[in-house]
């Protein structure tokens, strides 16, 4: 039986690095211990695993030899009644409920949608100007959750919603404030100015928008409509029982919170890799030059090349570096190591998607690789897998594709800085540091082979 190994280094010290420095610190652990390691972490010890073989077990094991206990940080922000903070049946149900309108064919309902709201968020930029591509993306991306979650319903309430969430989301986007998050000692209500102070205050005022939301639509309520808030206001047990507000409050939150600073992170790196290399560029603009006017965007959606970006952008930087933990139910034989019951254990995204092995110079953003080979879900795997595989997957591979092409059919733009962009942890994110600055220059050069661009879809 093999020893599974791990770095000597003070608990703090470990812990510190991971928060401080995710990337170098999993890299040169992965070169010193290999597939698989011990990291200290702020919940305490996990072993990390990053090769198929163990994720294909794990994944394909959940919830009978692997627990999936709820994330506690996760819990932290959005509450015990969150999907995230659930496991056993309790999760699977949550998960059935949730999961419809997230469902891919749902999608075809928000294509128009998406590629307006790109559209006219983007219009918003001044030509000649600089801007930073996360914010820009950021916007997209919460209006479009906002519309999946909330339905077509807008209102001065849906407004505040969004600008408070955002500045909730702010309180945690640089490492040094997502500290707050990772070390319990600093969680000290000392008054309004006081870092967690200001964090509970503003999670308060988002609270009460939410609240008086869900009462207004309890009272309201219309069994036509198909947004999620309708969906869990009228979901019933097998007692008949529906959600309590608390439980929708929480769940509302996940998906806000799990909706969009994920695919806007995401697409932030998307803006930055195509803009880096002027020969994806050239290939990514010749492909959307081949589409018709008012194409369909399930169209848009299937372009190879357009895929093939988007896929290459979540492998080389994971914007979700872990898995969500798992826990041995039992004493566990795992590839030949051997595993306590009670073991926690967390894939590694980021560490799998920079293997030699799979991906030859992980270094270098190359779409082919996703154009001349298929990949199994234990080898790419940026919406993690088995019983907790990502619910919004769907929604935000749709949603990247069509923001990204509408944004390059629609708008000219350049990198407004040389140096290449490092990635740097956002909150439980890995985004690119500064989120990428760019130029307006205006419309597109015409480089299609039919004079138009993707405008109505
Ligand atoms: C590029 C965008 C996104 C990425 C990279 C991403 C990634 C992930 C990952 C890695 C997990 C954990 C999976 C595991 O532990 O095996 C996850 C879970 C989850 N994601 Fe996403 N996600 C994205 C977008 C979204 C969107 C748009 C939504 C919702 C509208 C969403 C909702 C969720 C939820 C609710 C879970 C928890 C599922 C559960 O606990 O059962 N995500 N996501």
């Not at 799990?258 to 492909?287: N, S």
Request: charged share 25%; net charge positive; proline share 6%.
């Amino acid at each position: 039986m093999k020893l599974i190994k791990g770095s000597k280094a003070p608990r703090l010290l470990q812990r510190l690095q991971i928060l401080l420095d995710p990337v170098n610190t999993l890299e040169s652990y992965a070169k010193k211990y290999g597939d698989i390691f011990i990291l200290q972490t702020f919940t305490g010890p996990v072993v990390l695993l990053n090769s198929p073989q163990t994720l294909q077990e794990i994944f394909t094991k959940d919830n009978n030899q692997y627990e999936i206990p709820g994330d506690q940080i996760l819990q932290l922000m959005l509450g015990k009644y969150s999907v995230v903070s659930l496991s056993g049946d309790r999760h699977r149900r949550e998960r059935k409920l949730l999961m419809p309108p997230f469902h891919g064919h749902r999608m075809r309902n928000y294509g128009e949608l998406i590629c307006n709201i790109t559209k006219q968020v983007a219009s918003n930029l001044t030509v000649g100007k600089k801007f930073i591509a996360r914010k820009l993306t950021q916007e997209i991306t919460m209006q479009v959750i906002l519309q999946a979650v909330f339905g077509l319903y807008d209102s001065p309430r849906l407004l505040q919603i969004k600008s408070m969430l955002a500045d909730w989301l702010e309180l945690t986007a640089s490492p040094l404030r997502a500290s707050l998050l990772f070390f319990p000692w600093l969680r000290k209500d000392l008054g309004p100015w006081s870092p967690w102070g200001k964090y509970q205050r503003q999670q308060e005022k988002l609270d009460e928008l939410l609240y008086t939301e869900i009462t207004t639509r309890r009272s309201q309520l219309d069994p036509n409509r198909t947004d999620v808030l309708t969906l869990m206001l009228l979901a019933r047990d097998e007692e008949g029982q529906g959600m309590t507000d608390q439980e929708i409050r929480d769940e509302l939150m996940t998906l806000l919170f799990a909706g969009h600073e994920t695919t806007a992170t995401a697409l932030a790196w998307a803006v930055y890799w195509v803009h880096k290399q002027p020969e994806v560029y050239q290939k990514i603009m010749q492909e959307l030059a081949t589409l018709e006017p008012n194409t369909d965007p399930m169209t848009i959606f299937r372009l190879p090349y357009l895929t093939a970006v988007c896929q290459e952008t979540l492998r080389i930087y994971p914007v979700a570096i872990f898995t969500f933990f798992r826990q041995t139910k039992k004493p566990v034989e795992l590839q030949g190591y051997h595993l306590e019951a009670g073991t926690m254990i967390q894939g590694s995204i980021y560490l799998t998607h920079q293997r030699e092995d799979l991906y030859p110079e992980p270094k270098r953003f190359k779409p082919e690789r996703f154009l001349d080979r298929k990949f199994s879900p234990y080898e790419y795997l940026p919406y993690g897998g088995g019983s907790r595989r990502c619910l919004g997957m769907a929604l935000a591979d749709f949603e990247m594709r069509l923001v990204l092409a509408t944004l390059l059919s629609n708008f000219d733009m350049e990198l407004a800085e040389n140096k290449p962009v490092k990635p740097q942890r956002q909150g439980i994110l890995l985004g690119p540091k500064g989120g990428v600055k760019m130029l307006m220059k205006g419309k597109p050069i015409q480089l299609q082979t039919k004079p138009h661009s993707v405008t109505t879809v």
